[in-house]
């Protein structure tokens, strides 16, 4: 049986297709502002970027004022495309390396005041999850926050496969699918699509994830969808959307 293609590929493959300096991809205007949005003041604030990419959101948040960004992610091509733009952009206060967020220990410093992991959580297993939440918990200062978008557990199950995004479930239910990779793909606004997929979970693993990893309050919890402004902007784009859970955010602070 053929082995699937690593998440590493995907991107190394792709990476020229996430490349942008504005709004673009479907998850660009209806997820990563609000990730903006739930990180609350960040000016002169150190962040932690757990699976940058290409360094998009993280340029936005240089842009706000942060103090410094350190993004890692397992996509050298990606980390490639990052470490380019912050050149040509002349960002002395962004790093990025190459790194399996799992196993990755080669940090810059020992504390960040923020943390952010955009659609990371989507490739990894729970188990995976759980061992990188405990260890953006280690890494954060007491009143730090933790700020992660995934797609929303329901949306493969939801929606059929057809633009501007979607998931194969194939056979496999809610409940039977968990821990199981779901292909899918999401759209830029120009019509190009991009390969994305999710290791499956349910609510419950997300909040059982961040017990065992030591954050002892509970997250706030933010189901994302195309909005009125979305609709209005491009109702093409985003109309056959309208109406479905997306994504899910969640924002959780150290309190110690």
Known sequence: MNQPISTES?????ATNWLRSEKI???DFTARPRVLEALGKIKDQDILDFGCGEG???RMLIEA??????GVDSSAEMIAQAQSMAKELKLSNATYTVGNAVSFNQFPQTRFDKAIAVFLFNYLTI???TQVMSKVRSLLVAGGTFVFTVPHPCLPFMREESPPFYFEHGEKSYLDG???TFEGKIW???GVPVSVRCVHKTFAHYFEALAKAGFNSLPEVKELAVTDEHLAFDPEFFGPLKGYPLHVLFKVKVND
């Not at 004022?65 to 350190?70: A, L, R």
């Open 10 to 14: 995907i991107y190394n493959a792709q």
């Open 56 to 58: 998009y959101v993280s």
């Open 188 to 190: 830029r606004r120009d």
């Open 25 to 27: 991809l479907l998850s």
């Open 178 to 180: 968990i821990n199981k």
């Open 127 to 129: 188990e995976e999850m």
């Open 65 to 70: 004022g942060v103090k410094s960004i350190f």
